[in-house]
């Protein structure tokens, strides 16, 4: 239990900062995640670049049995979330709040969302199609429901993402995850980390998605 208590603590944490620095009146939002500066030597002369946490690459399936991947993103703004179908607490209101994230944004070309189930034994590549046409979603050209390789699906989440996704039998439903909607930028940077289990965060969530979409700054990195 400490750990699930530490874990969530995190979240929170990162939730608080990232609530203070977007509810701001500028046109811009923090880059999350470790930095460190790298020097470079351009035309003869040393220089400091700042290397920023980014997301690692990864292949999952999608609902439709497509291979999704970073190139697939690249160059896209995102929303990334963690969730299994049986999930019996904040799953459903999760999926209701991202729902209307799609709605404002899915006929934005360069917009997508990727759910990733923790539960990909269960979550076959046909339950996750059955899933997402109950909740409306009729292909997989704006929103991706990923399953994969449970570690893998593990280890992205708490090390790229920056949030909660793991076994706990003591947990309801078998699985420790956030409510986290983590925004990513055309470059692959954590952008913003939201709780998607509240109406007013992912209010500032569609609010804030805007400031990356009309920027097309490092969309190529």
């Known amino acids: ?33 470790n930095r460190h500066v790298e020097e470079v030597i351009v035309d003869g002369k040393t220089t400091t670049d700042t290397v920023y946490h ?63 189930t923790i539960d990909p034994e269960y979550d076959t590549v046909a339950l996750l199609k059955d899933y997402s046409l109950r909740l409306g979603i009729e292909d997989a050209s ?28 003591n947990e309801p439903g078998g699985f420790l995850h956030s409510g986290a909607f983590v925004l990513i930028d055309r470059a692959g940077r954590i952008r913003g980390i939201y709780d998607g289990t509240k109406e007013t965060q992912v209010n500032v969530l569609i609010k804030d998605l805007p400031k990356l979409l009309n920027n097309n700054e490092n969309s190529n990195k």
Not at 11 to 32: D, H, K
Not at 160 to 167: E, F, I
């Open 1 to 33: 239990m400490l750990r699930s208590h530490y874990l969530s603590f995190t979240i929170l944490g990162v939730l608080a900062l990232n609530a203070c620095q977007t509810n701001n009146n500028t046109n811009t939002l923090p880059i999350l995640g």
């Open 142 to 169: 704006t929103w991706n429901f990923l399953t994969g390789e449970q570690e893998k699906i593990f280890e992205i989440g708490q090390t790229s993402y920056l949030t909660t996704a793991m076994d706990d039998k």
């Open 54 to 116: 980014q997301i690692a690459e990864f292949s999952f399936t999608n609902q439709d049995g497509e291979e999704i991947t970073n190139e697939d993103v690249r160059g896209k703004v995102y929303v990334a979330d963690f969730f299994f179908t049986s999930c019996p607490t904040i799953c459903p209101i999760m999926k209701k709040q991202m729902l209307r994230v799609f709605e404002a944004y899915k006929d934005n070309p360069d917009f997508m969302i990727l759910s990733h």
